[in-house]
């Protein structure tokens, strides 16, 4: 008799769907997957259903609507290992701009009738609302990384994704520093590795995709910044972009906000 094989189920709540994309471009890795694991739940991928207890949950996307609150502790309680995928679920997300900003005041500029849309004032991780057994970032997720962490927590072990900065990526590939070279910001010295220095590859800054890395010094970065010409409003805003609300870039930001 074959053994139990465990239940996958991968949730949506607010996001753009681009890191359950990733899963599902992983092609011949996912055949390979649906062979050890029973995928329970992914209406990205099917619309069958299979009840939980879950195995293994990955959840992509932030909270940002009351149901967004009731359903994440659901998913908590059906899920033996909980795993957020992506900006989104684990800093909030691009719509975590509306953290800095009068929720309000969007709905009545964006909606006709604004009075109809049930929102949350924040947008904010899921580690917020419920206990996380791992955070995997980027914008989208790494296929590579997002397959080690399935395979690390169907073995029962801790996943192996690295957390150390961009510059180790760009140093392992052999390209010349953008911000030295050519006096181009860059966050590279304080987000995560995860890409493989995709933007310094072709000359351009980190754009911090991936999220602050291990004890990122992000105010030196910015006088970097400052000494390459950015103004206080150029750095705030580029610490806003997919990873806003992450601790580090958030303070960041309202330090330089705040002028």
């Known amino acids: 008799m074959r053994a139990r094989r465990p239940k996958l189920a991968v949730w949506k709540f607010a996001s753009c769907d681009g890191c359950q994309l990733s899963l599902l471009n992983c092609e011949d890795e996912l055949l390979a997957l649906a062979d050890r694991v029973e995928v329970a739940y992914f209406l ?23 149901e967004d609150a009731d359903r994440i502790r659901q998913v908590r309680k059906a899920s033996r290992y909980l795993v957020t995928i992506g900006a989104c679920a684990t800093a909030g997300g691009v719509q975590a701009l509306r953290n800095f900003a009068d929720c309000q005041e969007f709905l009545s500029t964006v909606y006709a009738r604004p009075e109809f849309i049930r929102t949350l004032e924040r947008s904010t991780p899921i580690a917020d609302h419920v206990p996380v057994d791992f955070e995997l970032r980027g914008c989208p997720v790494d296929r590579a990384q997002l397959l080690e962490v399935i395979s690390a927590f169907l073995a029962g072990r801790r996943p192996r994704v690295a957390t150390h900065s961009v510059c180790v990526e760009c140093k392992r590939r052999g390209l010349v520093c953008v911000m030295v070279a050519q006096g181009t910001p860059c966050l590279g010295p304080v987000t995560q590795a995860g890409c493989g220095a995709l933007c310094p590859g072709v000359r351009r800054g980190c754009y911090g995709c991936f999220g602050p890395a291990e004890s990122p010094n992000t105010a030196s970065l910015a006088r970097a910044w400052s000494q390459l010409g950015a103004t206080a409003q150029e750095v705030a805003r580029a610490f806003r972009t ?18």
């Open 242 to 259: 997919f990873n806003a609300a992450a601790d580090a870039f958030r303070a960041e930001s309202e330090r330089h906000e705040r002028g």
């Open 44 to 66: 990205e991928a099917s619309r069958a259903v299979v009840r939980g207890p879950y195995d293994l949950s990955l959840v992509e996307g932030s909270v940002s609507t009351p």
